[in-house]
């Protein structure tokens, strides 16, 4: 769940990180917003999708 597996992955479009590129100069301050910013939306999305779908998961295992 590293940003940088996404990135090489292709997860994470391009055109998003053309806005860190563009807009944020100094490389230091980028890679450190970068970092903040994917790992906020990977919590985001364990919550939201991961945890619900085991969830699931385990109530239709509950059923067999």
Sequence with gaps: ???GY???HHLVLS???LIFYNYIKDKKLRFSL???FFSTLMSSID???WSRRASLIK???STL
Excluded: A, C, M, R
């Design 34 to 36: 970068f970092l903040k």
């Design 6 to 8: 996404l990135l090489i």
């Design 47 to 49: 919550t939201l999708i």
């Design 59 to 61: 109530q239709w295992e």
């Design 15 to 17: 055109d998003l990180t």
């Design 1 to 3: 769940s590293h940003p």
